[in-house]
Nanobody
Framework: QVQLVESGGGWVQAGGSLRLSCAAS????????MGWFRQTPGKEREFVAA?????????SYADSVKGRFTISRDSALNMVYLQMNSLRSEDTAVYYC????????????????WGQGTQVTVSS
């Protein structure tokens, strides 16, 4: 059983940056592909970014964040990060960290483990 805890959310002005962190425990972290998703009230949870298992050589991004967000992982520390630059008001959401065994994916149904989420608010 994998436990995930997000941190790093907060309030930022448009154009600013935030770095989200996700701490994993309870499993062999390097074997899990990791993803970031986000959700706003009344909308479905949407894919933001994913990174492959082991060394994380492969990444994938939603078109809406490509070129602005960067996902990374540190398997020695059991951490995954989401660096968010050039933030926009439409990036305001609760951001969730997720894990699935081995292969990368972009659908919420493909992920087995979820954190509780961290709020990101971008003010214009």
């Amino acid at each position: 059983q994998v436990q995930l805890v997000e941190s790093g959310g907060g309030w930022v002005q448009a154009g600013g940056s935030l770095r989200l962190s996700c701490a994993a425990s309870g499993g062999t972290f390097s074997r899990y592909a990791m993803g970031w998703f986000r959700q706003t009230p009344g909308k479905e949870r949407e894919f933001v970014a994913a990174i492959s298992s082991w060394s994380g050589v492969m990444t994938s991004y939603a078109d809406s964040v490509k070129g602005r967000f960067t996902i990374s992982r540190d398997s020695a520390l059991n951490m995954v990060y989401l660096q968010m630059n050039s933030l926009r008001s439409e990036d305001t959401a609760v951001y969730y960290c997720a894990a699935r065994y081995f292969s990368m994916a972009s659908r919420t149904d493909d992920y087995n483990y979820w954190g509780q989420g961290t709020q990101v608010t971008v003010s214009s």
